[in-house]
């Protein structure tokens, strides 16, 4: 199983302000990897995909980077309704995705 | 529109069985692998397995093989989630979600399963 570790576990950011999300794969992933922010009471919702690529409606203030093992989330200026954790998920392995254990993205 | 609506909460003892749905629309039902995610209290997304409407191939995760059963329902369009004998650990929100390459591309609210005696 590929195992996928973010970091940091909580980040805390002021409105406007940048936020740099990791997440790491176990082993060699390519570029199949996405994000998912779910805000609080709400089911996820899919952010990014291909590691760099925004899904439909998402705004451009989210940017991915990173191939292979390493890979970045980056919210370059946050606002209020970011609040939120944020997942990365492998879908490399089909069909045996996995998760990443969350960061929780708060308003400082 | 594609829509994911699942049943609503269920409260149930140790032993019991229960059977949780997902009724998709707005899109052909068969055409996409329906998935199933656990989050349990406070924590974060356990991927489940999948399965294809279609024909019904089925794949679990390795944690979940053998503690619950993923089904489907052409007619109406629906995925089903069971179990035989609930355990208190089973206590969580399960989602269901459209899977499209690999990809959780549309969710369902959740259904919020407590098991307790």
């Known amino acids: 199983e590929i195992v996928m570790t973010q970091s940091p576990a909580t980040l805390s950011v002021s409105p406007g302000e940048r936020a740099t999300l990791s997440c790491r794969a176990s082993?060699?992933?390519?570029?199949?990897l996405a994000w998912y922010q779910q805000q609080p009471g709400q089911s996820p919702r899919l952010l990014m995909y291909?590691?760099?690529t925004r899904a439909t409606g998402i705004p451009a203030r989210f940017s991915g980077s990173g191939s292979g093992t390493e890979f970045t989330l980056t919210i370059s200026s946050l606002q209020s309704e970011d609040l939120a954790v944020y997942y990365c998920?492998?879908?490399?392995?089909?069909?045996?995705?996995?998760f990443g254990q969350g960061t929780k993205v708060e308003i400082k | 529109e594609v829509r994911l609506v699942q049943s609503g909460p269920e409260v149930k003892k140790p032993g019991e069985s229960l059977k949780i749905s997902c009724k998709a629309s707005?899109?052909?039902?068969?055409?996409?692998?329906i998935g199933w995610v656990r989050q349990k209290p406070g924590k974060g997304l356990e991927w489940m397995g999948i399965?294809?409407?279609?024909?019904?191939?089925?794949t679990y995760s390795p944690s979940f093989q053998g503690q619950v059963t993923m089904s489907t329902d052409k007619s109406i369009t629906t995925a089903f989630l069971q179990w035989n004998s609930l355990k208190a650990s089973d206590t969580a929100i399960y989602y269901c979600?459209?899977?499209?390459?690999?990809?959780?591309?549309?969710w369902g609210q959740g259904t919020l399963v407590t098991v307790s005696s």
């Open positions: 979600a459209r899977h499209d390459g690999g990809l959780l591309e549309y």
């Open positions: 707005g899109y052909t039902f068969t055409n996409y692998w």
């Open positions: 399965i294809y409407p279609a024909d019904s191939d089925t």
């Open positions: 082993q060699n992933i390519g570029a199949n």
């Open positions: 291909g590691a760099s």
């Open positions: 998920q492998q879908y490399n392995d089909w069909p045996r995705w996995t």
